[in-house]
Nanobody, 115 residues
Framework: QVQLVESGGGLVEPGGSLRLSCAFS????????IGWYRQAPGKQRELVAT???????NYADSVKGRFFIHRDNDQNSLALQMNMLKPEDTATYYC?????????WGPGTQVTVAS
């Protein structure tokens, strides 16, 4: 079973940038779709960005033009470049790997956007 480990979270000021990374213990191309989700306190987990095995990406409207998802093939990892961060981006960010109907989640990494 795949293990996912996120890294790169932290505290950043509004307008700043962060780069999250998710390390896969198995080949990330084995999955139909991989991506990033987030959950803020008191809210449901929501999609941030995904990329499927064919390279097609999907973004939440709230992050389009600011966040960019890409695969680092050499490192077998999934990255999320987050630019122009806003306080409403504050959440725990989770890496996800989906094979058919089965989801695997990482433990999450905290992103806090505040002055």
């Amino acid at each position: 079973q795949v293990q996912l480990v996120e890294s790169g979270g932290g505290l950043v000021e509004p307008g700043g940038s962060l780069r999250l990374s998710c390390a896969f213990s198995t080949n990330m191309f084995d999955f139909n779709e991989i991506g990033w989700y987030r959950q803020a306190p008191g809210k449901q987990r929501e999609l941030v960005a995904t990329i499927n095995v064919g390279g097609i990406t999907n973004y939440a409207d709230s992050v389009k033009g600011r966040f960019f998802i890409h695969r680092d093939n050499d490192q077998n990892s999934l990255a999320l470049q987050m630019n122009m961060l806003k306080p409403e981006d504050t959440a725990t960010y989770y890496c996800n790997a989906r094979l058919l109907r089965y989801d695997t989640w990482g433990p999450g990494t905290q992103v806090t956007v505040a002055s």
